[in-house]
C-alpha cells in the first residue's frame, strides 16, 4: 500500500478545502444577500462543475494550465516551469472541481439566516465585517462545516480531473485514487484492495471526527 | 425631533400592491403608531432605520439628514443611531444575553461598557440572566433583553415594532413601566407600533392611526380610538360590529334617525347624522356596549331594545363571546358572572339593549 | 477545519524530499512487468532511483507534448517517439528500438476455449462473448489488434463483440478478471504471475505491422545523463536478456517471430 499515495492525497484535500474556504465565503455572502437580477446566472456558472463529466472539466483544466494555455504560460513565466503535472495544477484543477460543494452548502445557509438578527446587527452599529464575523458565520457553522467536509472528501475521491492534468507522476500527482488504478492494471488485487480499503477507513474516521466535533453547535438550531 | 416623508410601493403577503404616504414629525416622547395588519406600519420604521429605501422622500432628525432622495443621501442604518426591536425580537441566539447586550458597545472601553451593561441589567430587572443565553429565555425575559439591547446604545431615536405580543396583561404592564422609566429621563422620539387597544390606553400619548399606507388620523387615544370616522379605523379600533344600514327616517326632536340594518327587519334608532332618509351610512357598535336581557326590560333610557336568540356562546379567559341573532347577527361580550347569573345557552331567548350612542356613525370610504 | 488543515498541511509538507537523483519514465503498459525487472536491476548498480508510470502511448504523446516531466518516453511503438522529436519535444539523437513486442490471443485458464488449436476461428465461437481489444485510437497494441483482426477477415463480424481497454495492461486485466472471455495483447504481460496457466495463440507475423517499440530521451528532460545512461542499460546485454524473458524480443530478430 502506497502511504506516499496516501497523503499525497490528504495533502491535496486539505489543501483545496482550505483555499476553497477563503474563496467561497466572499462569494457566498454576495450569492446570498444580493438583489441583482442577474443573480441566477451567476449561480448557473457556479454548479456547472457539477453536471460537466470529470474528463471535460480535466481537458479544459489541461489546455488552460498546460504550456499553451492562458494560465500556463502565465506560470511558467512567472516561475520557470509548466503548471499542468504539478501538485499546484493538481491543486487548481481540484478547486475548480469541487467548486460547487463549498459554494452551495454556505449560500443556502446564509439564506436561511434570520434576515432580521442581521438588521439588528446593523441597528447596533456593527460594520458588514463585523456582522459577518461575528454573527453571520457563527449562526451559519452547519453550512461552513458541511462545504469544508464535503470539499475535503469530494477531492479526496476525485480521479478523471487528476489524471488529465496530473500525469500520474509518482509522489507529486499520484493520488491514492489513481495509485489503486494502476494496482489493478498491475494485476494485483491485493494491494489495490489495501489501499482502497485504507482510503475508506481515513475519510470515514475524518467525517467522523468533524460531524462528531459539530453536534454541540447544531443541536439548538434544530428547534428554529 | 424626526421629520419623516416618505413614499414607497410595497407589498403585503397576499394582498395588492399599496403606496405608502407619509408626512409627520414626531416630537419627543412616545408615538403610537396605531393600524390593523397590512397598513406599512413595519415598513415604516424599516424607512426610518435605513433597512430599506423609500422610493423617495426625506428622513430628518432634528439637524441631520438621514435620507433625501433628491440630494442623493442615504445614512447606512449602521450610522443612524436608532434603535429598533423587531416584532420577532431577533435576539441573537449564540451570545448570551450579556453578549446581546453588550454588542451595541463595541466602540467603547471594557470598564465602561460592564458599568453600562450593569447598569441596564438593573433597570430591566434582569441581571440574574446575564449569562443564558436566548433559547433558555421566557417570553418576556426576551423582550427585557431585547429593549436593553436596544436603549443601551442611547439611541437617538427608538422604533418599537410590537415589542409586547404575546405577553400577558400583567408582564406587559410591568415592562411598559420599565421602558417608561427609562424613557422619562431621555427626550426622544419613541415610535411604537401595536394592533392592541389595551396597550394604545396604557402608553396614552400621540396615537398615529395608519390605514393603508396613509395617516388617517391622529390625536389623543380617546379621540381617535372611540368615536372612529371612517370605517377602517372601525375596524382597526376593535369595533366587532360592523353594518351597512338604510336610513328610513328623522327624527330632531328626539335628536335620532331611524335606521334598518343591512337590510333587515331590524331597526335602530341611532344618533341624528345628516344624512338623509333612503341613503345608507355605516353603524359600528362595540361588543362590549350591549347589554343582554332575559326578561323584556321596562323603565330604561336605551332606545334601542331588540329580542333575540342566542346562536353561540364561547368563553374566553375573563369574557364571554356571545353571537346572538336579532335580525341580523350581533357579537355580545358578557363577563362570565353574567353568563352564570343569567344562566344562557345556545338557544337562550334574550332582549339586546343598545344605547343610541353606542352605535357610532362612522363615514364609509 | 481550517485548524486543523492547516496543521496536517504544515506537517505534510515536512516530508523528507528525495536526495537521490529520480529518473522519471514513461513507459508503454506492456512493460508493466518487463520494466519492474528493469528498474530493479538498474538501481542495484546504480545510485539513480527510477519511477515509472504506465499507459498507453498515445496517452503520453499527448501529455509529454504539453510538458509532461518525464525524463523518458519508452512508447509500445515507433510513431509517437518519431512525433515527438518532430515537434521538437524529444532528442532525435537519442531514438532507439529498444524490443519488438508480439500480438497474442489470451483467454484466462480453465476457459476450455482451446485457443492453441482453433487460432483465430476460436473468436466466431459463442463462448467469446466479449473480446478485448486496447483502444486502436491511442494504443499501438490496439491498432496491431484492429489489423490482424482486418488481415483474418474476422473484423466485421466480431467488432460488435469487441470491448476497449484504455491500454494494454487495461486489457489483460479485462480478460484476466473474466469480463471478457477472450482477448489480444501483448505477449509481455503474459508472463506475470496471476497470468500463468492461461491460454494463448500467437499470432502468426503477417497478420500485422511488427510492433517496432522505440524508446526516446525527453529534451525538456534536466537528467538526461542518466536517462541516456538508462537506455543504454536496456538496449545492452543485461537489458535485452531480461526483455526476451518477457517475450520482448530484440529488433536485429525481427522478421522472425
Known amino acids: ?74 506560470w511558467e513565466g512567472l516561475f520557470g516551469h509548466p503548471l499542468a503535472f504539478t501538485f499546484t495544477g493538481l491543486v487548481l484543477a481540484s478547486m475548480l472541481y469541487s467548486f460547487p460543494f463549498a459554494v452551495q452548502p454556505l449560500v443556502n445557509s446564509f439564506e436561511s439566516l434570520d434576515r432580521r438578527v442581521l438588521d439588528a446587527s446593523s441597528m447596533l452599529g456593527a460594520s458588514r465585517m463585523r456582522s459577518f464575523f461575528r454573527i453571520i458565520v457563527p449562526l451559519a457553522w452547519p453550512g461552513v462545516v458541511t462545504g469544508v467536509v464535503l470539499s475535503f472528501a469530494h477531492t479526496l475521491g476525485e480521479f478523471g480531473v487528476v489524471l488529465m492534468v496530473g500525469g500520474n507522476l509518482e509522489g507529486i500527482t499520484r493520488t491514492v485514487s489513481i495509485d489503486i488504478y494502476d494496482r489493478v492494471q498491475a494485476l494485483d488485487y491485493v494491494g489495490a484492495n489495501q489501499t482502497a480499503l485504507f482510503l475508506l477507513v481515513v475519510s470515514f474516521a475524518v467525517l467522523s471526527v468533524v460531524y462528531g466535533v459539530n453536534r454541540r453547535v447544531w443541536s439548538p438550531w434544530s428547534g428554529r | 425631533m424626526l421629520f419623516v416623508e416618505i413614499e414607497k410601493q410595497f407589498r403585503t403577503a397576499g394582498a395588492a400592491a399599496f403606496q405608502l404616504h407619509i408626512q409627520e414629525e414626531f416630537p419627543p416622547g412616545f408615538t403610537v403608531i396605531f393600524g390593523p395588519s397590512g397598513a406599512g406600519k413595519s415598513t415604516l420604521l424599516d424607512c426610518i432605520a435605513g433597512l430599506i429605501s423609500p422610493d423617495k422622500g426625506k428622513v430628518r432628525l432634528r439637524e441631520k439628514v438621514l435620507y433625501d432622495r433628491d440630494q442623493n443621501i442615504c445614512v447606512a442604518p449602521q450610522h443612524r443611531g436608532i434603535g429598533y426591536v ?73 422604533l418599537l415594532d410590537e415589542p409586547l405580543t404575546g405577553l400577558d396583561q400583567g408582564l406587559r404592564r410591568a415592562i411598559l413601566e420599565d421602558l417608561r422609566n427609562w424613557s422619562a429621563e431621555r427626550p426622544i422620539p419613541i415610535l411604537y407600533v401595536t394592533h392592541n387597544r389595551e396597550e394604545v390606553d396604557a402608553i396614552g400619548h400621540r396615537v398615529v392611526v395608519l390605514v393603508d399606507g396613509r395617516i388617517r388620523e391622529k390625536g389623543l387615544p380617546r379621540q381617535v380610538l372611540d368615536a372612529p370616522r371612517a370605517l377602517a379605523l372601525a375596524q382597526a379600533a376593535g369595533f366587532e360590529n360592523l353594518f351597512a344600514a338604510r336610513v328610513i327616517e328623522h327624527r330632531p326632536a328626539d335628536g335620532v334617525m331611524r335606521v334598518s340594518v343591512d337590510g333587515s327587519h331590524c331597526e335602530l334608532e341611532v344618533p341624528l347624522g345628516t344624512v338623509h332618509p333612503g341613503e345608507t351610512i355605516q353603524l359600528a357598535i362595540r361588543a362590549g356596549d350591549i347589554l343582554i336581557a332575559t326578561q323584556l326590560p321596562y323603565g330604561l333610557s336605551a332606545r334601542n331594545v331588540l329580542p333575540g336568540t342566542v346562536q353561540t356562546i364561547e368563553t374566553r379567559g375573563t369574557m364571554v363571546h356571545l353571537e346572538v341573532h336579532a ?7 358578557v363577563t362570565p358572572g353574567a353568563l352564570r347569573s343569567l344562566d344562557l345557552v345556545a338557544g337562550s331567548v334574550v332582549w339586546l339593549v343598545l344605547k343610541t350612542h353606542s352605535c357610532h356613525v362612522v363615514a364609509a370610504d | 477545519m481550517k485548524r486543523i488543515a492547516q496543521l496536517l498541511l504544515v506537517s505534510l509538507l515536512a516530508l523528507p524530499c528525495a536526495h537521490a537523483q529520480t529518473l522519471r519514465i514513461a513507459a508503454a503498459s506492456d512493460l508493466q512487468f518487463a520494466m519492474q525487472d528493469l528498474a530493479s536491476q538498474y538501481e542495484k548498480q546504480s545510485s539513480t532511483k527510477i519511477a515509472v508510470t504506465y499507459g498507453s502511448s498515445g496517452n503520453f504523446r499527448a501529455q509529454i507534448e504539453n510538458g509532461a516531466p518525464f525524463d523518458l518516453f519508452f512508447s509500445a511503438d515507433s510513431l509517437y517517439p518519431q512525433q515527438l522529436v518532430t515537434a521538437g519535444v524529444a532528442d532525435g539523437q537519442s531514438l532507439v528500438i529498444y524490443a519488438q513486442g508480439h500480438l497474442v490471443l489470451w483467454a484466462p485458464p480453465a476457459s476450455n476455449l482451446h485457443l492453441a488449436q482453433r487460432g483465430f476461428e476460436v473468436l466466431k465461437d459463442p463462448g467469446a462473448i466479449k473480446i478485448a481489444i486496447a483502444n486502436p485510437e491511442h494504443a499501438p497494441y490496439g491498432r496491431a489488434a484492429v489489423a490482424a483482426l482486418q488481415k483474418a477477415a474476422l473484423y466485421d463480424a466480431v467488432k460488435s463483440k469487441l470491448v476497449l ?77 531480461i526483455l526476451s524473458r518477457y517475450g520482448l524480443t530484440p529488433p536485429e530478430s525481427a522478421g522472425k517471430s
Open chain 2, 86 to 158: 423587531f416584532q420577532s425580537l431577533a435576539l441573537f441566539p449564540h451570545l448570551s444575553v450579556e453578549g446581546n447586550i453588550a454588542f451595541g458597545l463595541a466602540k467603547f472601553q471594557p470598564a465602561e461598557r460592564s458599568e453600562r451593561v450593569q447598569r441596564i441589567l438593573e433597570t430591566f430587572h434582569i441581571e440574574r440572566l446575564r449569562q443564558r443565553k436566548p433559547p433558555d429565555l421566557s417570553g418576556g425575559e426576551k423582550q427585557r433583553v431585547a429593549l436593553a439591547r436596544s436603549v443601551i446604545t442611547e439611541p437617538a431615536v427608538l
Open chain 3, 165 to 241: 481497454g484504455e491500454n494494454i495492461s487495461q486489457t489483460a486485466q479485462f480478460v484476466q478478471s473474466g469480463s471478457a472471455q477472450i482477448g489480444l495483447i501483448a505477449l509481455s504481460l503474459t508472463f506475470a504471475e496471476s497470468m500463468k496457466g492461461g491460454e494463448l495463440w500467437e499470432i502468426p507475423a503477417g497478420y500485422y505491422p511488427p510492433i517496432l517499440q522505440q524508446a526516446v530521451v525527453i529534451k525538456a528532460s534536466a537528467n538526461k545523463t542518466a536517462a541516456k545512461d538508462f537506455l543504454e542499460f536496456v538496449t545492452g546485454p543485461t537489458g535485452r536478456n
Open chain 1, 1 to 74: 500500500m502506497s502511504v506516499e499515495a496516501l497523503l499525497l492525497s490528504l495533502r491535496l484535500a486539505c489543501t483545496v478545502a482550505a483555499l476553497l474556504l477563503l474563496l467561497a465565503l466572499p462569494l457566498a455572502y454576495w450569492l446570498a444577500f444580493t438583489a441583482w437580477r442577474g443573480k441566477f446566472l451567476a449561480e448557473a456558472l457556479v454548479a456547472l462543475p457539477l453536471v460537466l463529466p470529470p474528463t471535460v472539466l480535466g481537458f479544459y483544466a489541461l489546455v488552460a494550465l498546460g504550456p499553451r494555455g492562458v494560465l500556463g504560460k502565465l
Open chain 2, 327 to 333: 335580525g341580523v347577527r350581533f357579537i355580545v361580550h
